[in-house]
Structures are given as C-alpha cells and as structure tokens.
C-alpha cells in the first residue's frame, strides 16, 4: 500500500529550464511534506518542506506547491542547474502516537547542461 | 556540529548470521529513525525511537529491532539474515515535537550486502 507515490522514475530536462517533480498522496493525516534530494553514496538531504496548511513554500530556485483536494505535491527548480542532478524523494510525515514519515520511490533528475 | 554518524560504512554477512548496525544521532536530536534503501523501492520505514521507547514501527518481520540508549544513539539488528535484506540502511534524527518541521537529517548510511 503506498501512500506517497512518485509516478514518473526519472526525468530529463535543459539547463536553465524548470524542472518539475510531482508526487501523489493517499492519507489526508498527513502533516508536513517534504523533498529530499539524494546523490549516490550519501543520505538523503532535506530539501524543502511545507506544512498541510499552506499551498506554497518557496526557497531560492525550490518551490514546492501543495493541491490537498488533488492530494498532490510537486517541486519546481528554477532555473535548473547541471547540479541539480540527483534522485529526489517525495515525503511525507504524519502522527499516529509516533512520528512516522513515509518516502515515495523517488524521481531522477538528469539536468543536462 | 558533527551530522548523524552511522557505522560500519559497508558490511559483507552471510544468509542465516545476524548483524548490528549503529547510529549517533545530532546532539540534541531526541528522534532516530530507521530506513532500508533498495532499488525501486524508495526509503521504507523501519521503526522511530523517542527517548529509548519505540514510538512506531514499519511492516518489517519481527527479525528487525532496534532500541534506543539514554545518549540517544541508536542500534538496529537482524537476525538470521536473507539475501532480500542487502540495501542501504539509513539512519536519520530530529527534534521531534517541534511545531515547524524541517525535515530528517540522515547518516550516510550502512550499505549491507548478504551473500
């Protein structure tokens, strides 16, 4: 049973283009969604997050849109760099006497320069 | 400020040993959480620790535990190892209970192969 879905496995898109990474989600408990980014051989790095109770959350090139009646998230990097290459994880946390954040599978992102 | 260490880095077993891996959370971090990485599987949840108290758990078989100690550093084990279990173990901490969250920070992770 996944609630965090990330559909799309890999994405390609032109530098200085915007890259556009979308997520779906089942639970309406969920409280904070988040993305990380991942290189090889490292931990996943947060990214950006935004609370259930807003629409937008922007930092820099990263903003993340929340649609909760489409029970969707995406992420828009602006522009998008050669560094930005990486697997990117949807996430997303909710409470059930414990905290528990549950990750999609994850989208690569190939920026090609 | 030193991150989440975990360790080993890379770990070699085989089918049927058991294996314990470490994780020291943030200083200050309360929270640790455990994750398998796979391929094509994303992060899958393993359990998260609370001041020593398992607070939740994910649909792993009972040959996953964890606990945590009074310093909050945390330890996973598994018993009796299959090949399935090779993948990327990660660890990651946080204030919990803060109102505002900003996310896990994770380890580097534990890369387990079963041979």
């Known amino acids: 049973d996944q609630q965090v879905k990330q559909n799309s496995p890999s994405l390609s898109v032109q530098e200085g283009r915007i890259s556009i990474l979308n997520c779906d989600y089942t639970?309406?408990?969920?409280?904070?969604f988040l993305w990380y980014k991942k290189y090889p051989a490292e931990g996943p790095t947060f990214l950006i997050s935004?609370?259930?109770?807003?629409d937008k959350n922007e930092d820099g090139r990263f903003t993340v849109f929340l649609n909760k009646s489409a029970k969707h998230l995406s992420l828009h990097i602006v522009p998008s760099q050669p560094g930005d290459s990486a697997v990117y994880f949807c996430?997303?946390?909710?409470?059930?006497?414990?905290?528990?954040?549950?990750f999609g599978a994850g989208t690569r992102l190939f920026v090609k320069a | 400020k030193a991150g989440v260490t975990q360790t080993p880095r890379y770990l070699i077993k085989t089918r049927g040993q058991q294996v314990t891996l470490s994780c020291s959370p943030i200083?200050?971090?309360?929270?640790v959480s455990w994750y398998q990485q796979t391929p094509g599987q994303g992060l899958q949840f393993l359990f998260e620790?609370?001041?020593?108290?398992?607070?939740n758990k994910g649909n792993f078989p009972g040959r996953f535990s964890g606990r945590q100690f009074s310093n909050s550093r945390s330890e996973m084990n598994v018993s009796t190892l299959e090949l399935g279990d090779s993948a990327l173990y990660l660890c990651?901490?946080?204030?919990?209970?803060?109102?505002?969250?900003?996310?896990?920070?994770f380890g580097s992770g534990t890369r387990l192969t079963v041979v």
């Open positions: 996430a997303a946390r909710e409470y059930t006497g414990g905290f528990k954040t549950i």
């Open positions: 935004i609370s259930s109770i807003k």
């Open positions: 200083s200050g971090h309360r929270s």
């Open positions: 620790y609370f001041s020593e108290t398992q607070r």
């Open positions: 990651a901490s946080s204030l919990a209970g803060q109102g505002s969250f900003n996310g896990y920070t």
């Open positions: 639970n309406s408990m969920f409280d904070y």
